[in-house]
């Protein structure tokens, strides 16, 4: 029974890696990255503190990575520039306001990867605590029988849930909703934590994704910048958002949110202006436009069959709001 069992795992993880197929990279159809410059952020980390890990782990007269600083990955992305970890060094951040378990995407981290190819991937953990961190079921589909050197080359489509899949200015959209099995408050995460995937294929130093697999990328890195680089980390959905709304008197509520074949947009505020309704995909295309003055619990009915399966930005805006939601859109 046991054998039996064995053979189960080995042909399911078989299956899954001839495949299995994840988003490709940045600017490709399907990709899930998401532009540094998206409205999808409405906040960025504030606090970050590093522990650093050895340009070469391993090696005992190894000194640590020392590229930039820990304040480098507060705020934007592409603003401030970003800190090294070295081998399994980790950065925990923190926010202004929690990152709550909204629909589609919470938050995205950045790396400052210089190609779609050229990867340094990193796990992810998070805390409503700062005490208990819970971290992200990854995968890596990159075969692992060849050590990729310094500086080898990774396929995203390879690569789920890992920090670093796509390249700079490009963040790695992560789903609370994956950990509502685990003992977390998902609508009070305080704490990110980014920890280096080594990238070694030796097990003295290998990471394994959920799977067993070992996480084979680019090794070694002995230099100064060495180990996963931290841009930023991008918040879509802060606890902060809903207090705005609420101090500003106006607020809309959206249903079926996942939707499908179409959207309810409820509109709650008086106001007696014209607004501009508007929804935008992740890359800041206008999918939907009208301008209608809306009154106290009016009603919008928005047609969502034509759009594609991806997150998109509703944004209505007059000269006395502006609201912005993100509309989670699932066809075949």
């Not at 399911?12 to 197929?21: F, K």
Request: proline residues 4%; aromatic residues 12%.
């Amino acid at each position: 029974m046991k054998k039996r069992f064995l053979l189960i795992i080995a042909l399911t993880l078989l299956i899954i890696s001839i495949y299995a197929q994840f988003p490709p990279p940045a600017g490709q159809t399907g990709s899930t990255a998401i532009h540094k410059d998206s409205s999808v952020f409405v906040a960025w980390a504030s606090q970050c503190v590093v522990e650093r890990g050895p340009q070469q782990i391993g090696d005992s007269l190894s000194v640590a990575a020392d590229a930039g600083e820990a304040w480098m990955a507060t705020g934007k992305s592409g603003v401030n520039g970003t800190v090294s970890l070295g081998d399994a060094g980790y950065a925990i951040l923190t926010f202004d306001y929690p990152i709550y378990n909204g629909a589609g995407w919470d938050f995205a981290i950045f790396e400052n990867g210089f190609s779609n190819e050229f990867l340094e991937l990193a796990f992810v953990e998070v805390s409503s605590d700062g005490i208990n961190f819970y971290r992200f079921a990854s995968t890596s589909l990159t075969q692992d029988t060849a050590q990729i050197g310094s500086f080898g080359t990774l396929d995203a489509t390879k690569i789920d849930n890992l920090a670093g899949k796509y390249r700079a200015n490009y963040g790695t959209p992560f789903d609370l909703e994956e950990l509502n099995t685990l003992p977390l408050d998902l609508n009070n995460i305080t704490h990110v934590k980014i920890i280096d995937v080594v990238g070694s294929i030796s097990p003295l130093y290998a990471g394994y994704d959920q799977w067993g697999h070992v996480i084979n990328d680019p090794f070694p890195t002995p230099f100064g910048s060495g180990g996963f680089d931290l841009d930023a980390v991008g918040v879509i959905n802060s606890t902060n958002t809903s207090v705005e709304k609420l101090k500003n008197n106006y607020s809309i509520q959206l249903f079926p949110n996942p939707a499908s074949t179409h959207v309810n947009v409820h509109f709650i505020g008086n106001s007696d202006k014209t607004a501009h309704i508007s929804i935008k995909d992740l890359l800041g295309h206008t999918i939907y436009s009208q301008e209608k003055t809306l009154k106290n619990n009016d009603y919008i009915k928005v047609d969502t069959r034509f759009f594609k399966s991806n997150l998109y930005i509703l944004t209505i805006e007059s000269p006395d709001y502006k609201i912005t939601e993100k509309i989670l859109i699932i066809n075949d």
